[in-house]
């Protein structure tokens, strides 16, 4: 597959101990967008020395948007997949030729074989369990974009899982695939424990909520 097929959303805040060495690995397998998440250490710094296209927000929009920013731009592009991409070091690139090995998926879903927190694995348990979705919070995440553009993208804070349930609802091929994932070094960008926890626990109810709507306004 040609490198120019894909196109990587790479959200980041305050990413500057890693962002250079994820984003010289990725250049191989597709065209590289940066979404700087309003970061305030040297992360914007780098981002500007890597020759890499990139989007810088204004204001701390959070991760979710951040991405579905990062996905809206490079759906304007003629690109055949999309990838999301974490920032932090834990993924590996190689992940994304998997892109070979698999045909006519609407979305590649890398399962992480070790989560980082309880949270994560309540919210991947009761998603798989009603929905058959394994580890819907993962970051790394292939898109055929002729299934988003079939798709109306919000801009919800949960889209991301939100998104998944839309794309299963079309009757799109959701592939799982085992992804190994190194402990980032460094602080969670994303905040201390409890309010992590709190977080992902607060868009599980949420994601339950809008589905149910979805239902109700569909019939």
Not at 109 to 119: A, D
């Amino acid at each position: 597959m040609g490198r120019s097929r894909l196109g990587i959303v790479v959200p980041a805040r305050n990413e500057e101990k890693t962002i250079k060495k994820v984003i010289v690995s990725l250049k191989k397998y597709g065209d590289v967008l940066i979404v700087d998440d309003a970061s305030t250490d040297k992360t914007s710094f780098i981002i500007k020395n890597l020759q890499t296209k990139f989007i810088k927000n204004k204001i701390n929009l959070g991760y979710e948007a951040t991405v579905l920013k990062g996905i809206k731009y490079l759906l304007k592009k003629k690109y055949k997949y999309i990838a999301t991409f974490d920032a932090d070091g834990e993924h590996d690139p190689k992940f994304l030729s998997n892109i070979k090995k698999f045909k006519n998926f609407d979305l590649l879903i890398g399962k992480r074989k070790k989560l980082n927190r309880s949270s994560e694995y309540f919210f991947s348990f009761i998603v798989k369990l009603f929905f058959g979705i394994h580890d819907p919070l993962s970051g790394l995440k292939i898109y055929n974009t002729n299934i988003l553009k079939n798709i109306q993208l919000t801009n919800e804070n949960d889209f991301n899982t939100y998104l998944i349930f839309k794309i299963k609802n079309l009757n799109g091929k959701i592939i799982h695939k085992s992804l190994n994932v190194k402990k980032r070094k460094d602080s969670s960008r994303l905040g201390n424990i409890f309010k992590v926890n709190f977080n992902i626990i607060t868009s599980l109810f949420k994601l339950f909520f809008k589905i149910m709507l979805y239902k109700i306004y569909r019939h």
